[in-house]
């Protein structure tokens, strides 16, 4: 299924691989010998035979003239090609008798990729893993500011740091980093910092070197890093020791728990520092998490004057806060995320007060960035998910620091979150998930989105069009991409969808489900359109583009329908068997199929194949002039009005059919190859099950869990 063209050979035609050997016995009629020779009619794909009548001067006998033994012998019917050592051996004509034996001249051919049923196999493709582009979990991210989005800076376990330049993503060299990566902040141009459970580190043109923090007692592991300048910022430790480094250059400590208010032990998350104009030493600076026993409630630490004196506030309604961030004013108050789904205003005070941004939905709120100081400011907010219940968002907070205002931006689907701790024309935002480690990392404004991977969707289908690719996840999500970008478009599905199948034009993309629904889905829109069908079908499980005005759906109970890009028209099938996978390779070429069921449309008309194999079929192929399907255990070829049993594997998945001796699948976490007799193992690694499969142009393409695509060509 999917687009046009998925793995059909471009410029084929029904008779090719059809060999006519097969003609009727020959036979004497009198002293007349006949014959037959065979043709493959290109308009059905099947062969025809001659009848050729040869008189027998002495008699005829058994079919054969008595007395020369090549008298009445026609060598017009040159064997099948045929596979010597690594070279494919074809016959072509005059044949010639000796002996009442026909002979043929013959040509061998060396085949570099070896030889299947008479012809040489293709070198098989070279795949390699293009999605996701970051492969390792993430625990933090930043943006250079200024950058727009095009410096970026993923950080995760042991040791693992990727870059974004604007167009792909790069391993980092770790340099001395160890251990696992908490924290990355950018402070300048190609400036910043980098906290691991071993210190704190700096990356410069210059490289990565090791931050000498003064020894102290009873200090935690390290676990954020921020500020205002590459000679302005804090760090802070899981028990509340800030690290502080100022213009003068030298890093001062406080150990905390020296203010009246204190109410120790702390258990701290983060740190934020923010520049404040007119304020005695120009910033604020403030960590958080929780704090007290045996009771702990959220908190927020402050540094109340330039003596070093750090007091904090709680809010005994929850256990920790989750986050802090500027609030909308320029006076230094701040925004404190709560574990739950809210944000309260805490104040150049050290004080929670009772203004609140209006209800947020989702989880903890995770991560706050305010934008670069102006006239208008605004803060970014985000909220995890609470999974089976809530979802989690992007919020955009405007308006005036009394009367906050909230815009909803985005969606958060996975199992944890990272922001960008700087804005630079939006945010950039960490959507993993945590079953398989791999993220989607997407750079969000307050319009727009652009994706830079895509690691957190499982892909369950994909189709190429003239000037890009789609790929569909089990919701519904679709992923578009331009060929001449580096970036993504993500539309997400507005509610829960049992996705299916996906096929894509030359402007819009139609995409199926399980819940008998299909929609239509245009590259330059958020917008999904349901389609309209006279009656409601069944489930649907696949679909394909013949062209801009050629689909067809199949589904359940026999349900099979044509889309001309306006109209749905049932198809008659005479069948109610469940349709599992429909091809359109062509205008007015189509192959539907089901267990015990193929269906092939011809002249206009629906007319199913005899004698179909037994097995369950889950996928099915029109290359040429002739059908492949495959399911589990299952693998068949019909041409010559003849099913052939192929080769076959427990999983065939996203099967991708290129000719006779030439087919691509996943199977598992493998990339499968068929060369015309067997089925090998393609020598890649592949880290999640591959379930879908497409041609774009000369590449196959295989995707499937944890974002992983690959390519081959």
Not at 163 to 180: H, L, T, V
Request: proline letters at 6%.
């Amino acid at each position: 299924s999917g687009t046009a063209g998925g793995g059909t050979a471009g410029g084929s035609s029904l008779c090719d691989g059809v060999v006519c050997n097969m003609p009727p016995a020959s036979f004497c009629n009198g002293s007349v010998l006949i014959t037959f020779s065979g043709a493959c009619n290109p308009q059905t794909g099947a062969c025809t035979y001659t009848q050729m009548n040869t008189g027998c001067p002495q008699a005829c006998v058994n079919g054969m003239c008595v007395g020369d033994p090549c008298a009445g012998v026609t060598c017009t019917t040159p064997p099948p090609p045929t596979c010597v050592g690594g070279s494919a051996v074809t016959f072509s004509l005059p044949g010639t008798c000796a002996g009442g034996s026909c002979s043929y001249p013959q040509m061998s051919t060396p085949c570099p990729g070896g030889c299947a049923s008479g012809a040489c196999v293709p070198v098989s493709a070279t795949f390699t893993q293009v999605l996701p582009r970051v492969r390792h979990a993430i625990t933090a991210i930043d943006q250079e500011p200024g950058s727009g989005g095009d410096d970026v800076i993923a950080v995760g376990p042991a040791g693992n740091a990727s870059r974004w330049n604007g167009a792909q993503w790069a391993a980092m060299p770790q340099g001395p980093m160890a251990g696992n990566l908490q924290s990355v902040w950018f402070s300048g141009t190609n400036i910043g910092y980098v906290v691991a459970d071993n210190g704190l580190y700096r990356f410069s043109n210059a490289g990565i070197v090791r931050v000498n923090l003064p020894m102290v007692t009873g200090a935690g592991r390290l676990v954020d890093v921020h500020g205002i300048s590459d000679t302005n910022y804090a760090v802070v430790d899981e028990v509340g020791i800030i690290y502080r480094r100022e213009a003068d250059g030298g890093i001062t400590v406080n150990a905390g728990n020296v203010g009246s208010r204190d109410k120790p032990p702390y258990r701290m998350r983060g740190v934020a520092m923010e520049a404040v104009a007119g304020s005695s030493y120009g910033s604020r600076l403030r960590y958080w998490g929780s704090c007290g026993t045996p009771s702990p409630a959220g908190c927020v630490v402050f540094q109340a004057s330039t003596n070093g004196t750090y007091y904090d506030d709680r809010d005994s309604t929850v256990a920790t806060v989750r986050s802090v961030g500027p609030s909308l004013d320029t006076n230094g108050d701040a925004w404190a995320g709560l574990e739950t789904a809210r944000v309260r205003r805490y104040t150049t005070n050290g004080d929670f007060d009772s203004v609140q941004v209006p209800p947020i939905d989702g989880g903890a709120v995770v991560a706050m960035t305010g934008a670069a100081p102006s006239a208008t400011r605004a803060t970014f907010v985000l909220t995890a998910p609470i999974m089976t219940s809530k979802l989690g968002n992007l919020y955009r907070i405007t308006g005036m620091a009394s009367a906050p205002q909230v815009d909803p931006l985005m969606n958060v689907f996975y199992g944890y979150q990272a922001m960008s701790k700087t804005e630079s024309s939006g945010v950039i935002v960490v959507d993993m998930n945590t079953s398989t480690g791999a993220s989607t990392i997407t750079r969000r404004g307050a319009i727009a989105n652009e994706v830079l991977d895509l690691g957190a969707e499982d892909w369950v289908a994909g189709a190429a069009f003239a000037t890009g690719s789609v790929l569909m996840n089990g919701y519904g999500d679709v992923a578009i991409r331009n060929n001449a970008s580096s970036t993504f478009v993500l539309r997400r599905f507005p509610f829960d969808l049992s996705a299916t199948d996906i096929a894509a034009g030359s402007t819009f993309a139609v995409l199926t489900s399980k819940d008998g629904l299909a929609y239509r889905l245009p590259y330059n829109s958020s917008t999904f359109s349901a389609l309209s069908f006279a009656v409601e079908p069944g489930a649907l499980n696949a679909v394909c583009q013949a062209s801009d005005f050629e689909w067809y759906l199949a589904g359940e109970s026999g349900g099979l329908f044509r889309y001309d890009a306006t109209t749905i028209t049932p198809q008659v099938t005479m069948t109610s068997a469940t349709f599992t996978d429909v091809d359109c390779p062509a205008a007015g070429s189509a192959v539907a199929c089901g267990t015990g069921t193929v269906l092939r449309l011809a002249g206009g008309s629906w007319s199913a194949l005899p004698n179909v194999p037994a097995g369950a079929i889950t996928s099915c192929r029109l290359v040429g002039g002739a059908v492949y399907i495959a399911g589990p255990n299952l693998f068949a070829r019909f041409a010559n009005n003849t099913w052939s049993t192929l080769a076959s594997r427990p999983v065939l998945n996203g099967l991708v059919v290129r000719s006779s001796n030439e087919a691509y699948a996943g199977s598992n976490n493998a990339v499968v190859r068929f060369d015309g007799t067997s089925w090998s193992v393609v020598p890649v690694a592949v880290p999640q099950a591959l379930l879908a499969g497409f041609s774009m142009g000369p590449r196959v393409v295989l995707a499937g869990a944890g974002g992983v695509v690959m390519e081959g060509q």
